[in-house]
């Protein structure tokens, strides 16, 4: 059966009588964006976690490239090629932009003169060349998610989860913020799924969307049509639950 890039197949997810996710069939075509969207609680983390390994499903099936990954570890996927980033950054503050993304190298067990090299790639990369010497503490919400870019590069991944990509950003830095995440995918071919609650942004950064609410998905289609579709226009103007 020919797959798509990432799927996952009827993936449920139950933490004890909580289901987070209910029979999630998710299809993500390599080379597009895809956002994934959906009020809080409605299980987005957790499909993140199901695809990069952080949870298992209670049940179905998750691939990546045609593979079945359901049970490989999360450094398995990782070395296959799936990268994450996280809703709160979490870099070393009192470590330098350049040796945070050394380190993300060294785990890689490349020397220590490739890593700072291949650094300096990523970090050119994402724009933060002027900021390369500062401790990653003082650096913008917006620098620091650009700093996350680069250290998730350092796993050179083909699949690229990006958690609340401009969560607590200020407005003036999101532009620069979205042209990396746009030449993540034309320069280097990176398929990129989005978890992210500004509709503006997403109009202008994703193809396809899936909105979930109560762990279920609920509407499915291109992002302009689950952009218009009623019951998410709802959630969005009155953050009412669909199901309710
Ligand atoms: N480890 C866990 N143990 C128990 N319940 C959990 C766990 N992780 C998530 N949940 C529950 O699963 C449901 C889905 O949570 P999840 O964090 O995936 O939603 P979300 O859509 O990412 O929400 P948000 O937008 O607030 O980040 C919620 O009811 C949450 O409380």
Do not use: W
């Amino acid at each position: 059966m020919q797959r798509n890039f990432l799927e996952t197949d009827r993936v449920t997810v139950a933490f004890g009588g909580i289901v987070a996710l209910k029979d999630v069939s998710l299809s993500v075509v390599q080379g597009k964006t895809t956002a994934i969207l959906g009020p809080n609680g409605a299980g987005k983390t957790t499909l993140f976690n199901a695809v990069a390994g952080a949870v298992r499903p209670t049940s179905g099936k998750v691939y990546f490239q045609g593979a079945d990954i359901t049970n490989a570890s999360p450094s398995r996927r990782c070395h296959a090629g799936i990268a994450r980033t996280f809703q709160i950054t979490q870099p070393f503050g009192g470590l330098s932009v350049r040796e945070n993304v050394m380190v993300a190298l060294a785990a890689r067990g490349v020397t220590m003169k490739e890593a700072r090299a291949e650094a300096s790639t990523y970090i050119d990369f994402v724009g933060l060349n002027a900021k390369a010497e500062d401790p990653a503490r003082i650096l913008s919400t917006g620098q620091r998610k650009r700093l996350e870019l680069a250290r998730a590069l350092s796993t050179h991944p083909k699949l690229l989860l990006l958690d609340e990509v401009t969560g607590g950003v200020d407005r003036p830095s999101i532009p620069e913020l979205l042209d990396v995440i746009r030449r993540l995918r034309e320069e280097r071919g990176i398929t990129i799924v989005v978890v992210e609650h500004n509709m503006e942004v997403l109009l202008g950064l994703a193809d396809n969307a899936f909105f979930l609410n109560r762990g279920e998905v609920v509407v499915t289609g291109s992002v302009e049509e689950v952009a218009d579709h009623e019951a998410v226009r709802r959630i969005y103007l009155g953050d009412a639950d669909v199901a309710a």
